[in-house]
């Protein structure tokens, strides 16, 4: 069984950054991903991105493309997702996730395993 550890929210001002990493331990689904997705208050679950295993391959939701960065440390099973030009619209919390590519793009069964979730306050 998979556990899934994430860190690294907290409070950022509008155009700042944050890293969130997710820490792995245990087994994984061969042919899962490990992602990110997202739940602001009152909303809906929103895929945000995820990587893939062999070739790393990655997916990123349209309203975080070109600002959030996902990578991992295979070595260390970390995966990373550096976010970039924060506005208040990314406040929510922030799960890391492995599950299949699909899932991402429409997170709104339970699927896979989740993290316990991480706080991502943007705000001046």
């Known amino acids: 069984q998979v556990q899934l550890v994430e860190s690294g929210g907290g409070l950022a001002q509008p155009g700042g950054s944050l890293r969130l990493s997710c820490a792995s331990s245990g087994s994984t689904v061969p042919t899962y991903v490990m992602g990110w997705f997202r739940q602001a208050p009152g909303k809906g679950r929103e895929g945000v991105a995820y990587i893939s295993k062999g070739d790393e391959s990655t997916y990123y939701g349209d309203s975080v493309k070109g600002r959030f960065t996902i990578s991992r440390d295979s070595a260390r099973n970390v995966v990373y997702l550096q976010m970039t030009d924060l506005k208040p619209e990314d406040t929510a919390v922030y799960y890391c996730?492995?599950?299949?590519?699909?899932?991402?793009?429409?997170?709104?069964?339970?699927?896979?395993?989740w993290g316990q979730g991480t706080q991502v306050t943007v705000s001046s």
């Open positions: 996730a492995t599950a299949p590519s699909w899932w991402f793009r429409n997170p709104s069964t339970l699927v896979g395993t």
